[in-house]
């Protein structure tokens, strides 16, 4: 696309008339329909005019006006027909998420390790152990919420997610 790497700021007006004017997977339309309740008419297509551009030229002001207003009122319908699509979407996308997910089945008593994120307080840098316990499982919640307890006792405030637990072999 471009062949020297200092002239990106010409192309740059392609790439950013691009990304609204493309269809998205998950809603089937554009993001400029979503907004404006019409597809966007891009340079070209007003230097060489098409069918749309040469009817739209042609009307008064107060026709262009009312065929506008008219297009407007049906951005809500153009949205709901944008939802009844997503919601297949999103279900076809957590389809296809939980047949590649391992469930994680912990019972009380259980001794876990409990992963160290990058944001967390215990992160001590990117070559300090990633896990940290062991702790056990005192109660297990639903859709894989784990409450966990100290080996001392003392109980974690909040519950963790099972994905940020896995399984001890001391």
Not at 23 to 35: F, H, I, K
Request: hydrophobic share 40%; net charge positive; proline share 6%.
């Amino acid at each position: 696309m471009i062949d020297n790497y200092k002239a990106w700021h010409e192309q740059l007006p392609y790439a950013l008339l691009g990304y609204p004017t493309t269809d998205r997977t998950s809603t089937g339309a554009t993001p400029y329909l979503l907004v404006y309740g019409t597809e966007a008419v891009i340079p070209a297509k007003v230097e060489i005019p098409s069918l749309k551009i040469i009817q739209e030229a042609e009307l008064d002001n107060a026709e262009w006006v009312r065929a506008r207003y008219e297009q407007l009122a049906l951005i809500d319908e153009k949205r709901i027909v944008v939802i009844c699509h997503g919601q297949p979407y999103r279900k076809r996308m957590a389809r296809a998420f939980n047949k590649r997910l391992r469930t994680r089945l912990f019972q009380i008593r259980q001794m876990v390790l409990k992963r160290i994120f990058m944001h967390q307080d215990e992160c001590k840098g990117k070559f300090a152990p990633n896990w940290q316990g062991p702790y056990v499982v005192r109660k297990v919640l639903s859709r894989g919420a784990v409450v966990l307890t100290e080996m001392d006792g003392q109980e974690w405030p909040n519950p963790i997610n099972s994905d940020a637990i896995k399984r001890y072999y001391g």
